[in-house]
């Protein structure tokens, strides 16, 4: 927008230039052709006063003037005369349709020699009346009795001629120049407010409902970033107030469930019907993923809340805390988990407390999920430039491309191989902690497993969850 409106700018000035400066221009080199032809025509004139008198005297001041005429300057003069002893030492014109009309009519003429301005001389032909007896008398209507002719050279015209237009044109660069810079300042200021509202637009679809325009610039723009922050500020309100219903009813849900299970768990033990414990258990089931849910609700309000700043946070150690937690109910399952890459104690991450450990649990959880038995999970961090990358890498179905894209959509819930049911937000809980950490996390397939490892184990392609943190300056130290 900025360069539009320089360029519209700059034309309007140059639009304003050619509409003033170049009629004057031409008025200028018209007056320019007058008063010259004018000039060489009152010489000739002067000149051809003396040749009428047709005396000893005039015809010596007609060669004296014209001898002197073509010295001083690079033009020539031509004297006709039916007197050959009058101006006799100068040379005579030759015949052509300018001088017959000066001998024939009386007519002066003026030839420029082309039809585009001028061309090498201008020719003035002025006709030589003889002296009249009355003087009160009509001079042109005196019998002609010799012509007068000088070729103008109009060298030193046409370069009064460039300096006319050159002059114009440099100072119409120069202004062009000035109206450019002028321009860009101009419009960097108009649209400063724009862009400041385009700005708030940015940290907006960044999910910062914080953000504020600057009340600045024009009357519309104004209004627009007033009628932009009023919403902005709504917004803010119902998703904070949405949060924290979110985050009390969550809150609210997780004792009554507590104790619901509890009291499933004493009927089940106090019960020796097969059908009625299955279904006690099955509604068991059902109140663990209703809190998995509600778990999973609640640490969504907390993270969007952005309550706690990343600080540096040892990735080795967390990872080796997590794995600990998890190996367990990877063995039950027969399922083994490997670390793999430089998760030492040198590898810092930038991260908010307890992230981390949400994120390494719900990825750990789903891998858990979808893994056969007998299969592996590896885990693999590395250092790439300011980035930590961590893999997690499992042997299940993994995921068509499909699915990847909606994978991170609350409450979608993908197929697993141990028969129960996600919350469906566990990566969604991981995709918004690991975001507002200023990291990134994407879906990948896994690798394939090498068949001396895979002999035996018939498993799918598998799913790799690759999250890049922030890391720390201190890395490495």
């Known amino acids: 927008m900025i360069s539009q409106l320089i360029r519209s700018y700059v034309l309007l000035v140059a639009v304003a230039i050619a509409l003033f400066t170049v009629p004057v221009a031409f008025t200028l080199t018209d007056q320019l052709r007058e008063d010259t032809k004018e000039s060489v025509e009152r010489e000739a004139r002067t000149m051809a006063l003396l040749l009428g008198n047709g005396d000893a005297a005039s015809c010596q001041a007609l060669e004296e003037m014209a001898t002197a005429y073509s010295r001083e300057t690079p033009d020539d003069v031509q004297v006709l005369s039916e007197e050959e002893p009058c101006a006799g030492k100068l040379p005579q014109p030759d015949q052509d349709a300018a001088l017959a009309k000066a ?25 030589a009346h003889a002296d009249p007896v009355d003087p009160d008398a009509d001079s042109d209507k005196d019998p002609v009795v010799g012509a ?7 060298s030193a015209l046409t370069g009064r001629l460039w300096s006319i237009w050159g002059f114009r044109a440099i100072l119409a660069v120069l202004v062009l120049a000035v109206a450019a810079v002028i321009g860009a300042v101009v419009a960097r200021r108009l649209t400063r407010p724009l862009r400041e509202l385009n700005d708030m637009a940015s940290k907006f679809s960044d999910g910062d409902l914080t953000a504020r325009s600057p ?6 723009t104004q209004t627009l970033a007033r009628t932009l922050n009023q919403g902005a500020e709504r917004l803010d309100t119902l998703m904070s107030a949405q949060r924290i219903f979110v985050a009390d009813a969550s809150h609210q849900l997780r004792t009554p469930l507590t104790a619901l299970r509890l009291s499933l768990d004493n009927i089940a033990d106090g019960v020796d019907d097969e059908f009625v414990k299955e279904d006690v258990e099955q509604a068991t089931a059902e109140v663990v993923r209703m809190s998995r849910l509600v778990n999973g609700l609640l640490v969504l309000a907390r993270a969007e809340a952005k309550v706690t700043a990343a600080e540096p946070l040892p990735l080795g150690d967390v990872l080796e805390e997590r794995l600990a937690v998890w190996r367990p109910a990877a063995d039950e399952r027969g399922v083994s988990i490997a670390l793999r890459g430089s998760a030492d104690g040198r590898l810092l991450v930038l991260a908010s407390p307890g992230h981390l450990d949400q994120v390494l649990d719900n990825v750990l959880s789903n891998a858990l999920e979808v893994s056969p038995d007998g299969a592996t999970i590896t885990v693999h961090a590395e250092s790439k430039g300011d980035q930590v990358v961590l893999k997690v890498m499992d ?15 609350r409450f979608w819930r993908g197929q697993g191989l141990t028969g129960r049911s996600g919350s469906g937000l566990g990566l969604a809980v991981v995709r918004q902690l690991v975001t507002d950490d200023g990291g990134t996390v994407e879906l990948q397939d896994a690798p394939p497993v090498s068949a001396s490892l895979d002999r035996g184990h018939p498993h799918g392609s598998g799913l790799c969850v690759a999250i890049s943190l922030r890391a720390s300056q201190r890395s490495g130290g």
């Not at 009386?106 to 003035?124: A, C, N």
């Not at 007068?148 to 109009?154: A, F, G, L, M, N």
């Not at 299940?396 to 994978?407: L, T, Y």
């Open 395 to 409: 042997q299940g179905p993994g995921m068509s491309e499909a699915e990847k894209s909606r994978a991170f959509d």
């Open 215 to 220: 009340v600045t610039g024009p009357q519309e």
């Open 148 to 154: 007068v002719r000088i070729e103008y050279s109009t």
């Open 103 to 127: 001998l024939n009519e009386g007519e002066p003429t003026s030839d420029w020699g082309s039809t585009f301005i001028w061309g090498p001389h201008l020719v003035v032909t002025v006709p």
